[in-house]
């Protein structure tokens, strides 16, 4: 069976390279070997550490594009993970050591230039963890915005992990431990925890439309799923799933999981799906109308959520290419979503379908639930025309 030869570079700071772990993983080193599943999924992965201590993002600009080309020019399908902001944010004579304003321009340096120097290479924003210094975390804060916020202008998913670091008291522990800043293995098997799952997401979902659907049959993933028609026999199922979305905390502003009835009074009675395998619903995909107004009729939003026991295995890819069949076949013009700018394997699935994204509303909601809980987060708006 042939793979898809996926070699993937972070770049970044002394947390990409470990700093402070004794076996030497680091988080980057655990989430490369949890992506041993990737074999199964059609993927050959090769992974590049180039994390450098002390660097701020515009050391890493500096660098990113000639230490990247030659490791990713040859491949057929080229990633980039950028970690950065805890050295940016590092007093010296009394002022951070960059300004936000540039950590942004930084970032668009680097993916300009990276972009450049590997064509189509794909491009993920990690956010800095939490380190042992409230004031200095404050200042983590402001600059985890901006890093969001230029990920969302420039298109690219952004995984933030500040919150969670902050109030997680494994790390919280761990770093107090061990300089303040840097924790041992301990620390970073939980950092690891906290990013493994949307960096393995990602890094699965292909970001060539064309490539798509080749790649979803392949080794394994959506094996045995079939797209059908969501009726009210799979209406227990259908709110099982939303429940799981909603205790991730990446998923929506809603706390409460709706009733059955309630999502089939507000859902459009077309574009209603379901992915199933072995008699078992693992996800699903629906549309609300935008407005009541006849001349944006054929503009919808897009719900797409994925059992949490199927993620990771194509089932997100399968649903949305059946809703964009299912919706052009309908005369749907315009779909849209929003989706937060953590919720790095939502915005790849997305740019792999050929959404654009169109903006970002700020701080626009208060999360009540989950790690964000108390937090005003962003939405990344993102559209797709109808070709």
């Given at each position: 069976?042939e ?6 570079c972070?770049?970044?700071d002394?947390?990409v390279?470990?700093v402070g772990?004794e076996?030497?993983?680091?988080w980057v080193?655990?989430?490369?070997a949890?992506?041993?599943r990737a074999?199964?999924l ?6 590049y ?5 002390r ?7 500096r660098?990113?594009a000639?230490?990247c080309?030659?490791r990713l020019?040859?491949a057929?399908d080229?990633?980039?993970v950028?970690?950065?902001g805890?050295n940016d944010t ?14 942004r321009?930084?970032?668009r340096r680097?993916?300009?230039?990276v972009?450049?120097?590997v064509?189509?290479a794909?491009?993920?924003v990690?956010?800095?963890p939490?380190v ?7 200042r ?6 901006a ?7 420039l298109?690219?998913p952004?995984v933030?992990?500040?919150t969670?670091t902050?109030?997680d008291e ?7 431990a061990g ?6 293995s301990?620390?970073?098997?939980r950092?690891?925890a906290?990013?493994?799952?949307p960096?393995?997401t990602?890094?699965t979902?292909?970001t060539?439309p064309?490539v798509?659907?080749?790649?979803a049959?392949r080794g ?5 799923v079939r ?6 026999e799979h209406?227990d199922d259908?709110v099982r799933?939303?429940g ?5 905390g ?5 706390s ?6 309630e999502?089939d009074?507000?859902?459009l ?5 379901v ?6 619903v693992?996800?699903?995909a ?9 001349v944006y009729r054929?503009?919808?939003e ?6 949490q026991?199927a993620?990771?295995r ?9 809703f964009l069949?299912?919706a052009?076949a ?12 953590e919720?790095a394997?939502?915005?790849a699935?997305?740019a792999a379908a ?5 903006g970002?509303?700020e701080?626009?909601?208060?999360m009540?639930?989950g790690p964000h809980?108390?937090r005003?987060?962003d939405?990344v ?7």
């Amino acid at each position: 069976m042939e793979r898809r030869d996926l070699r993937v570079c972070f770049v970044g700071d002394s947390y990409v390279a470990g700093v402070g772990d004794e076996t030497g993983l680091g988080w980057v080193g655990r989430v490369v070997a949890a992506a041993g599943r990737a074999d199964e999924l059609g993927v050959e992965l090769t992974a590049y550490n180039l994390g450098i201590r002390r660097d701020t993002s515009v050391d890493v600009a500096r660098r990113a594009a000639a230490e990247c080309g030659p490791r990713l020019r040859p491949a057929q399908d080229a990633r980039v993970v950028v970690a950065v902001g805890v050295n940016d944010t590092v007093l010296e004579d009394g002022r951070p050591r960059t300004t936000p304003a540039e950590t942004r321009a930084a970032l668009r340096r680097l993916h300009d230039e990276v972009r450049s120097a590997v064509p189509g290479a794909a491009l993920l924003v990690v956010g800095p963890p939490a380190v042992d210094d409230d004031a200095h975390v404050a200042r983590l804060h402001e600059r985890e915005r901006a890093l969001s916020d230029e990920a969302a202008a420039l298109g690219v998913p952004f995984v933030g992990c500040l919150t969670t670091t902050e109030h997680d008291e494994v790390w919280r522990a761990a770093v107090r431990a061990g300089d303040g800043f840097h924790p041992r293995s301990a620390g970073y098997e939980r950092l690891a925890a906290i990013l493994t799952d949307p960096v393995l997401t990602w890094l699965t979902t292909p970001t060539d439309p064309a490539v798509a659907p080749a790649s979803a049959a392949r080794g394994g993933r959506a094996e045995g799923v079939r797209v059908v028609g969501m009726t009210g026999e799979h209406g227990d199922d259908v709110v099982r799933i939303y429940g799981e979305g909603i205790a991730t905390g990446d998923a929506t502003f809603e706390s409460r999981t709706p009733t059955w009835p309630e999502l089939d009074a507000k859902w459009l009675p077309a574009h209603r799906l379901v992915a199933v395998a072995d008699g078992r619903v693992l996800g699903w995909a629906a549309a609300t109308p935008t407005s009541t107004r006849a001349v944006y009729r054929g503009v919808v939003e897009l719900s797409l959520y994925v059992a949490q026991e199927a993620r990771g295995r194509g089932v997100g890819t399968a649903l949305m290419r059946a809703f964009l069949e299912s919706a052009e076949a309908g005369e749907v013009w315009t779909v849209q979503s929003g989706v937060f700018p953590e919720n790095a394997g939502s915005l790849a699935l997305h740019a792999a379908a050929g959404f654009r994204v169109i903006g970002s509303r700020e701080r626009v909601g208060l999360m009540t639930h989950g790690p964000h809980a108390g937090r005003w987060r962003d939405v990344v708006l993102l559209e797709r025309r109808a070709p």
